[in-house]
Each structure stands twice: as C-alpha cells, then as structure tokens.
C-alpha cells in the first residue's frame, strides 16, 4: 500500500535531524497558524500565489532561494565545524549523517538557493528594462515558481521521512546506484531535482522568447542593457544543456528502479557515461548562474559611476562568447581519468579560453569607473568586493584547468575553495549587490546602508578566512567529504576556516538586521522618486513599486541607456514628454494552475521516491487534470481601465516632474 | 621508518624545523637550468610554500620527478597568471578611489565609453596570458601523462592497485605478494600502477609523489610514479566513495632497494594467500582496514577483478527492515 514507506522512515533513533525537523515543522505551523488567525490566505491567495505577474513571481523566487540559502548555510557550518572537531575523532556527525549534509548542502545551493535567486532577479528586472508589461507566457512563469519550490520541499521532506543522498552533489554512479545506496536518499535527490529541472528550462524557454520577441519600440538589440544580455545568453544556456539534465537523471532512475543498465557496474554499464553527460549539464549551469551575475555588476558599475558601461559592444561579444565556450570544456572536471593527453589538452586550453571573455568583463568594469564620479554605495561595495574575489577564483581556475596541476589539486580542499571563490565572489556577491540595488524598486523603500555595509565587510573578509585555510589543506593533501581526518597537522587550518565561517554568520545576522530596520524606518527611506540611484535603464522610469502593468505607455527608446536619454531631454527643457493618450491596458489573469501543478508534481515525485505506485499514478492524472481544465479556460485577459491607468500614470508624473526640478537645481547632469 | 621528517601516518605530526627548511630549499626542482624563468618561479615557489602551506607534507614538498613537475607546473601557471592578476586588482581599487564622486580634482567624463586602443589592450592581455597558459597545457599534458612510462634505467616495479569498499589492494605480481592499505616501494626505481576498481569510483593518490588518477571499475587506468629517496608518506582516496571514504588512507613507505627486497622476501614466506575465497571475504564493505599483507596471490586475480569476472563487491547489507529508506553503515567489520 505505502510501498517503501513505513513509521521506521522518521528518524526516531538519530536526534539531530530528528530535533531540527521537530523546530522547523513546528515553525511552520506557527506560521500556518498566523496566517490563518489573521486572515492573510485570501491575499496570498490572490495576490502572491496565483499571481502571474512577473514582479511578484520574481519576489517569490527571491524569497524561496534566501531560505533556502539560510538552509544550505546552516548545512556549511555543520560541515566545517564537523571537520574540525573530527581531527582524530569521530566528531559529532556519523559518516551517514555527514554525507547528506555535504550532498544537500550543494545541491540545495545550487538548485534551490543560488538558481532561484537568480531567477528571481531575472524575473523581477528584465520586464522592466525592456520596456515592457510581462514576460513571454506569465502562467508559464507562475508554473515555473511553483515547480521550483516543490522541488525544494522535497528536499526539505527527506530531512524527516527518510534520507537524503550521500553520494556527493552529483550522485556519480556506480555509488548512487541501487547496489551502493539502496536507500531512497538519491531518489530524493533524482526527484527534486527533476521537478525543479522542468521549472527550470520552462523559465530558459520563457526568457529567450521574452528577450526575442518582446522588447518595447525602438529597443534594439544592442540598445539592450547588460542584464538583459546576459538574461538571454544564460536563457539559451538553460534551454540548451537542462534537457540532458533530465535525461540523464531520467536514466539514472530507470537503472534504479527498474534495473536497467545506463551506468551500473556490470552489464555493460558505463559510469564515465553519467559523469561525461552530467558535466555537459553541470559546467554550462555555473555560467547560467554567474552570467545574470556578470549582468547585475554591470547595471551597478555603470549606475554608481554615473556613465554608460565602457565598451557595451565588446561586453555583449564577450558574454557571447562565454555563453557558446561554456559548452565545450566539461571533460576538465575529470582530467584524472586518464583520457590522455590530446584530449586532456583540448579541454583545458578550452576552459582557460572562457578567462579571455571573463578578464575582458573585468577591465570594461574598470574602465567603466574611468573618468566616473564612483559612490561607494552598498551595491558598488560588493562589486569591488566582487572584482577581487573573483580574480583570484578565476586565477586559482585556470590553475586547475591545467592538467598537471589538476593532478595535484583534483577534489581537494582547493577545489572547494577553488569554486566557492568564484560562486560566493561572482554569484552571491552579486545577488547582494542585487537586492540592495532593485529593492526600493520592488518595495518603495531603500534598505538601510549602515547595516548594509556592515554585512558587506563581515560577508568579505568572512569568505576570506574561510577558503584561505581551505586552499592551504589542499595545497597539504587534504581531500575533499572527509568526515574525518587523520592527519594533526590539519588541525590549525580547519580551525581557523571555523574562525571565518563565525565572521561569515554575523554578516548573515546583519543582512537580516539590514532587512528589519530597513522595515521599521521605510518612511524615512521611502523612494518618491522611482529613481533612488539616478538609473539609466528604464525600470527606473517607473514608480516604486511599479503598477502591476509597469508601463502606462510603452516607452519609446531612441538610443542606448534609454531611461538616461529620456532624463537628460526632460532636464534641459524642464519638461516632461507631453501628455500621452492612455487607452486601456490588457493583462493576463492570475491563475491557480501552477500552484495545482506543483502539488500534484511533489505528491507524484513522493509516490515515485517511495515506489507508491497508485499515488504516483493518481498524482500524474491530478496534474493532468490541471493543464486540461487550464487549456479550456474561457478568460485569457482582463481590460484595466484607462482611468486606472490615468491616473496612475499622473501621480508618476509629478513625482518626476519634482524629480527633475531637483536635479537641475543641483546641477548634478552635465 | 629512517626518515622520521613528515610522515606519521597515525596523526602524530613530528617535523623538525630543520627538516622543514630543507624540505622548502629542495622542493623547487632537480636540475639547474639557469634561465630567468626558472630562478623566478623558484623563488615563486619557496615563497608559495612558506606562506601557504608550511611545506611539510606539502604537495610543494615533493619525493619524486612526478610530482616536483606537476609542483612546477602549479607555481609556473600561478606566477604567469600572478603578473596580469595582481595589477588587475590594484588597477581596480585605484581606478575606484581615484574618480570618488568627492574628488573634485579627479575629471568626469559622462559619456565616455568606448577607446578602440583600450579595447585592443583589454582583449589582447587575457589572449596572450590564455596562450602562453595555452602552451604551458600542452606541453605539460604530454610530459606529464600518467600513462607515459618513466624514463629510467631500471626496469619499472609493477604494482596493481585496487580500490575496495573501503581499503585498497595492491598487488605485487613480479614479486607474488599483495598489501591492504599499505605500499612498500624501492626508492630511486620507477613504479608502473594498473589501477581498478572492485565496486564504486576512487581515486588513487599519494600527494607527495604526484599525479592521481581514478580508479574505475570494468576498467584499468595507468600511472607511472618514483620516490627519490626513502622516505614516509600518505596516499589517499581522493574520490569519494561512501561511507568509509575518510579511512580509505594508506602508508606509502619508500625505502632502499635491498630493503625493499628484504621486506618482499619476508612478506612472501609469510601471511596468508589471497585466493579468489579470500579476495571475496575482502571484498565486503568495510572501515578503517589495518594494513596487513598476503604471502602469496592468485594468478590473474587483478585481470578477473578488472574484467569482473569476479563478481564487483556488495553494496551494504539488504536494507534492514526497521530502517525503511535508510540505509545503515555496515561499520567496522573487518
């Protein structure tokens, strides 16, 4: 009836997860609980969970990828305290403990902490700086959200009913196939990741037809802003490489559960087979996660120095040409297996090629600051912080894309340090850069700097205390997943990186005090404007929070950096455009469908990691269901009425009009 | 165990300051070959392994011509990249402080965005840094192929290695003698490793001797290594493998050729023969193996293992029943 499932699942004998899971469960009921007692479901109802506004999808996926970012954090810390502690001793994690804590610690941040944050800026921004009211297919983008999340919610599951994988990040057969991890961890694993993988490549799909078709009058291609490049190029990415996700995950299941004979050990089998096919996935994602990265720093290089983007040509040829080579290097993750030195050539000069398109985004950011007037706000705090972290991440990559040197530093401790350096440097510095930058356009308010800037100086010197030590342990030998070590002279290095890891959790705490005061003081730092940081692109020609429909008027672009033209004309004749004709505005209408989707989804991917086989089947025909009620709807679009409009668009006007009266009296624009 | 400098393989940790300055002094390479490059990157090196690593035990510490070239490799690639690097850096934060919007005396430039020499400057760095890397690959992948026999005088020692769940084999079949997790070399001779894997990937790695390379099952990879002198060392899993991966840790002892011989000799008149019912008994999961040695072994056993005509080891014990979902560790059976 239950298949594999059964009351001996819940971890009653092993009190860490059992405790932790008691905390969270009893979190969110509390939480449940205050929604209920307020009567908040309606709204989220309405407004968040059926919403397939593209703002508000954006800030969901923001939302999901921070706890989930919390979540994966709190794995680090187990594992570097683990470490340090098991110098010669067994610690306080039992190896099967430990192994799921480093497999969900990467694959949580990387599928559902690092994937969602980026999204979710994709969403929220590139809309906006293309002038325009939604993206490609809005339910689309809602069924995305809600197919990321259960993904996510299976993972968390697996910390209560079962294990998660103890296979590492990549479940590299023949170790996660039925033989060696005969529990349901890697089916956890293969399902999560395979729901979210759908949601993913529906969102690559949704941003390459957005960035293609959808751009507003006179938005050319290359009046495009940076962020949207890159939007795109890590769009066609997702859409080239997560099909070979899936199938290589959907294979790895049949041999699992079905006994085929993909990549098992006998019969034929061929486990270089996964690791060939799961690179020529996994290295592609790191550029799908750091190009919207390169994208955001660019929007900030540019904006807090007061210029346009230096060499923007050159910057899209280099973005690219990134997005084309990524595909061609996965064989430098296993250099050590022996497939000679031809091939081993090929690859590694392959992988330090993508340094030139890299380096060349470098110095374009430096020459950006040339000739600027830089502000060291919080978002160009993290990009200074960005640019030298992730030179040297670069440097320390292209040490190991060269085969002999691989050979030495292969899966160690310096291979850890190697890509934290670029994905916390590159990717997360951005997302923080991010969400200090389009936060008061998202909520109407700045976040506070103070705090801001204290998190950026604990967040930086944190991660170099940490990975240093990190690069040293690799540089003596140590290997990467021990759950515990038998070598002292260890012992002051891993010590020290529990040291950083300490610094690196009071940044974390002064995000979360950034966030709260900055909630308690909104009206004092409330933006009127639209326009808090004197922007270029045109989500900054909106109010914040922009209306549901962004644009009153389609905006009419007539160069690069439009919204700056439009600013620079409306100062030196202290006018505003003349008044448009408003006419009514058509909209998507919310949708429940991709909330019912992605229940039936997780009901279905729970079924299959417990071999229920009739909830499976009950699951996929619910899904079904869903899509069939959806595809007959009668109601595509509603009408908002021009007096809406009017008058939304009139209260953004005087705020500008002010606006502009204030920044020529100051002079400020040349 | 002459050389006490380094190695104590059971954790305890004795280095001599002594030893450790020699360490760093002989570290860079073997031959002298009196160009800039090299006396650069010599410094390079002994400035990188005293400030990051402390040079014992070090992979910038190496034993053998294999790894003093990969350790090369390592610092020259570091040291090119270091020249375009840390200029970069600097150029950036002063870049940054210098055009502060509050220095008035620094010139704003509101549109200036594009210079056709800066451009040709900025791709022209990383191109030429990438080809210069580029040559360093190429040449570096074909000298330092773990498959390429050494040079040497003396005919190779062929050792056969396997990784077992979760202890390795090493099967000496010149000499009919097998080790677990213990590997006794001649120093000064070049050591030929065929490598497999009875049940899941490893990877098979002595960090002081060089290059590591994976262990696979249903398939045989080479590596060709040399220990210079006598001394002691540590060898790794470096792949993880399950649960008893971080125990997957062996002794690797260099010591003189006639010690060598002496101890093969011992090792074959004593200890029990590792036949195929022995090799099966080995074969089941198992942590933290101590080292032990087999007097003689059965013809062909590493061909079988490798073509699985053995059977591959057994996963875990069939999942037991009150831990639905969760597979337990075997643990500690020996």
């Not at chain 1, 990467?480 to 010590?495: A, F, G, S, T, Y």
């Not at chain 2, 400098?5 to 020699?22: K, L, S």
Request: hydrophobic share 50%; proline share 7%.
């Amino acid at each position: 009836m239950f298949g594999k499932l059964s009351w001996s699942a819940i971890p009653f004998d092993q009190p860490i997860p059992l405790i932790t899971s008691i905390v969270l469960i009893g979190t969110i009921l509390g939480v449940l609980g205050l929604v209920t007692w307020k009567g908040w479901w309606p709204y989220l109802w309405k407004e968040w969970f059926t919403s397939v506004d593209h703002k508000r999808i954006g800030i969901m996926y923001v939302l999901l990828g921070s706890l989930m970012l919390v979540r994966g954090f709190a794995d680090a810390i187990m594992m570097r305290t683990q470490q340090a502690v098991a110098v010669n001793a067994a610690g306080y994690l039992p190896a099967e403990h430990y192994n799921q804590i480093f497999s969900a610690h990467g694959t949580i941040m990387i599928f559902f902490a690092a994937m969602p944050l980026v999204i979710g800026f994709m969403n929220f921004v590139t809309p906006l700086q293309l002038g325009v009211r939604d993206v490609a297919f809005p339910t689309l983008n809602n069924v995305s959200f809600w197919l990321t999340a259960s993904g996510a919610l299976l993972v968390n599951i697996s910390l209560f009913v079962g294990e998660f994988a103890r296979t590492g990040w990549l479940p590299y057969p023949p170790l996660s196939e039925a033989t060696y991890s005969p529990g349901v961890g890697v089916d956890y694993y293969l399902w999560a990741v395979q729901i979210s993988g759908i949601g993913t490549l529906m969102t690559g799909i949704n941003f390459v037809t957005t960035v293609l078709k959808m751009r507003c009058p006179g938005m050319t291609y290359l009046r495009m802003p940076m962020f949207c490049w890159t939007v795109l190029a890590s769009s066609l990415i997702i859409v080239a490489v997560f099909p070979i996700l899936t199938a290589t995950l959907a294979m790895l299941s049949l041999d699992r559960v079905f006994g085929f004979h993909y990549f098992t050990n006998t019969a034929g089998g061929n486990p270089m087979m996964f690791m060939n096919l799961i690179w020529a996935w996994g290295h592609p994602e790191v550029y799908i996660l750091v190009l919207p990265a390169f994208g955001i720093f660019s929007e900030v290089f540019s904006t807090f120095s007061g210029k346009p983007l230096f060499g923007y040509r050159s910057m899209v040829a280099a973005t690219l040409f990134i997005c084309v080579v990524s595909m061609m290097t996965w064989l430098h993750h296993f250099f050590t297996m022996g497939s000679g030195p031809a091939v081993n050539t090929a690859f590694g000069i392959s992988t330090s090629i993508i340094a030139v398109g890299t380096g060349v985004k470098i110095y374009n950011w430096i020459f950006t600051m040339y000739g600027g007037r830089v502000r060291f706000s919080v978002p160009m705090l993290w990009s200074l912080g960005f640019i030298f972290t992730f030179v040297i991440g670069g440097m320390t990559g292209v040490l190991l894309a060269v085969p002999p040197a691989d050979f030495l530093v292969h899966n160690s401790m310096f291979l850890v340090a190697h890509f934290h350096n670029v994905i916390v440097g590159g990717v997360v510095f951005a997302l923080f850069a991010g969400l200090d930058y389009w936060f008061p356009k998202a909520f109407g308010f700045r976040l506070h700097e103070g705090w801001g800037k204290a998190a950026f100086w604990f967040a930086l010197i944190g991660f170099w205390v940490t990975f240093t030590p990190l690069y040293i342990l690799g540089m003596q030998g140590m290997t990467r997943r021990l759950q515990h070590v038998n070598i002292e002279e260890w012992k002051p290095m891993l010590d020290l990186s529990v040291v950083g890891v300490a610094i690196l959790v009071v940044g974390v705490v002064c995000q979360v005090i950034m966030l709260v005061v900055s909630i308690l003081q909104r009206e004092k730092l409330r933006d009127v404007t639209g326009d808090p940081w004197d922007g270029r692109s045109l989500e900054w020609a909106t109010p914040s929070p922009p209306p549901f429909f962004n644009f009153a008027v389609m905006p009419n672009v007539e160069g690069e950096e439009a919204y700056w033209g439009i600013k620079l004309r409306a100062i030196e004749t202290q006018q505003m455009s003349p008044m448009p004709k408003y006419e009514p505005i058509e909209m998507p209408v919310n949708s429940p469908v991709g909330f019912y989707t992605a229940f039936f989804a997780s009901v279905t991917g729970f079924a299959l990691i417990w071999q229920i086989w009739w909830l499976a089947g009950l699951g996929l025909v619910g899904a079904f269901i869903g899509f069939v009620v959806f595809a007959w709807r009668d109601v595509h679009e509603f009408h908002v009425p021009v007096e809406e409009v009017e008058s939304a668009d009139r209260a953004r006007r005087a705020s500008r009009e002010a606006l502009m009266a204030r920044l020529a009296e100051q002079g400020a624009l040349p | 165990m002459r050389h006490q400098a380094g190695i104590g393989f059971d954790g305890r940790a004795f280095v001599p300051a002594a030893d450790m300055a020699r360490g760093c002094a002989r570290m860079p390479g073997r031959t002298t070959r009196r160009t800039f490059v090299r006396a650069a990157s010599r410094i390079g090196a002994v400035l990188f392994a005293a400030g990051l690593s402390g040079c014992a035990r070090s992979i910038l510490d190496p034993v053998g011509p294999v790894g003093a070239d990969d350790a090369q490799i390592l610092i020259d690639a570091t040291l090119i990249m270091l020249v375009i690097v840390v200029p970069t850096i600097l150029l950036a934060f002063w870049m940054a402080w210098r055009y502060r919007a509050s220095n008035t005396k620094a010139e704003y430039l509101p549109y200036w965005s594009y210079s056709g020499r800066i451009e040709a400057v900025v791709w022209s760095i990383p191109i030429l840094t990438i080809m210069f890397i580029g040559g360093v690959i190429w040449i570096g992948s074909y000298r330092l192929d773990p498959f390429r026999p050494l040079p040497s005088n003396t005919p190779p020692l062929e050792v056969q290695v396997v990784s077992l769940d979760w202890k390795w084999l090493f099967i000496y079949p010149q000499e009919g003698i097998a080790t677990v997790n213990q590997l006794v070399v001649p120093a000064g001779r070049p050591i030929h490793f065929s490598i497999t894997s009875a049940s899941v990937f490893n990877a098979f790695f002595i960090p002081r001797m060089g290059s590591m390379i994976y262990a696979m099952p249903g398939m045989v990879s080479q590596l060709n290594l040399q220990a210079d002198r006598p001394d002691t060392l540590f060898g790794v899993s470096s792949h993880f493998s399950g649960d008893g991966f971080s125990d997957m840790q062996f002794q690797v002892r260099s010591v003189a050729p006639a010690e060598f011989a002496t101890w093969a000799q011992s090792a074959h008149s004593g200890g029990p023969m590792l036949d195929k019912a022995a090799y099966t008994a080995l074969a089941q999961q198992s942590q933290h193996v101590a080292p032990s040695t087999f007097g003689g072994v059965e013809p062909q056993l590493f061909h079988a293992i490798a073509m699985q005509t053995v059977a591959p080891g057994p996963g875990p014990e069939p999942a037991n029943p009150s831990h639905a979902g969760r597979e337990l560790a075997p643990g500690g059976r020996p």
